[in-house]
């Protein structure tokens, strides 16, 4: 139970963030990512194939949150290389949700 509510709850951060990341992309003068097949070419997130205890599957998802957390990491070096605090900020404000949520997940796996 204690997983399901966790997870639930980052579902819900991340579907807010998805639309504050769009809006940014769009005040940038670019068109955001708008079909679920360029969403998932460009992803650094892999579905899994087979079924999971719940224990792997929190592994899992934290190495993916890792994942996306170094991706805005990188984020974060070219919008201060091009002067951009307002994305930079963003960024880092995604970063720390998702070093965060890693760090949740993988106590609960251990536990």
């Keep these: 139970f204690s997983v399901h509510n966790l997870t639930e709850e ?8 998805a639309d504050v990341i769009a809006e940014r992309i769009r005040a940038l003068g670019e068109l955001a990512p708008a079909s679920l097949q360029s969403i998932v070419a460009n992803s650094v997130v892999q579905d899994q194939e087979n079924p999971q205890s719940a224990g792997e599957m929190c592994e899992d998802l934290a190495a993916d949150h890792e994942r ?5 990491h990188a984020v974060i070096k070219i919008a201060g290389e091009h002067g951009d605090p307002v994305t930079e900020d963003l960024a880092v404000a ?6 965060k949520a890693a760090w949740m997940l993988r106590s609960i796996s251990k536990s």
Aim: proline share 0%; aromatic share 16%.
């Design 10 to 17: 980052q579902y819900g951060e991340m579907f807010e963030a």
């Design 68 to 72: 996306v957390a170094h991706r805005m």
């Design 94 to 99: 995604r970063a720390t949700f998702h070093e």
